[in-house]
């Protein structure tokens, strides 16, 4: 079965400072990569996500991450942070061809961003 | 577009109690998925209905059960309420077409409380 490690329980920046929050998955086979985004009060909501092609992927609101198959990471990366962005960040994992179309989720990043 | 909706969004029940979670899909969606997402933890999937059948079940017990509709909405049922239940039961759609899914569209929750 396969499985998703976040790094990081709480992240605080200052507005502007850089963003990387890690991600890394268990699984020896093809897989489908997702980050969620859940805003204080919001549901869960799709930021961005891998299937295949291009390793780096563009989501919403300026965020993207890098997939190294080699490393079994997909890291969430924003160059500068905004206020907005406090959230709780979920990597998650779809093992593709191994039955239903379930997502394994990580245990969730909070971020904190100062103003 | 209509998104995922889920109702009631809060509810208390009491251990031994039955509990029934509704969910209706995003239009154009025709598979929905449950999770459980338990404090401080990342979702957890429960079970996945396509065509009004599982389709998939995580590590849940089976008083633990589901239907799926005709309109694609779906009900999420728990048996014999144990106090380990309580958490914020999330629904998700997709939209599948031959073995290709959508990315999951989540409703905002219904927080179960058992007492």
Redesign the interface.
Known sequence: AQS?SQHNHHVILSEAASLELGCNYSYGGTVNL?W?VQYPG?????LL?YFSGDPLVKGIKGFEAEFIKSKFSFNLRKPSVQWSDTAEY?C?VNAVGA??????????TKLSVIP | ETGVTQSPTHLIKTRGQQVTLRCSSQSGHNTVSWYQQALGQGPQFIFQYYREEENGRGNFPPRFSGLQFPNYSSELNVNALELDDSALYLCASSLRVGGNNSPLHFGNGTRLTVT
């Open positions: 998703v997702f969620y919001q549901h869960l909501q799709l996500k979920f998650a039955g239903s179309y379930q997502l394994t989720f990580g245990k969730g």
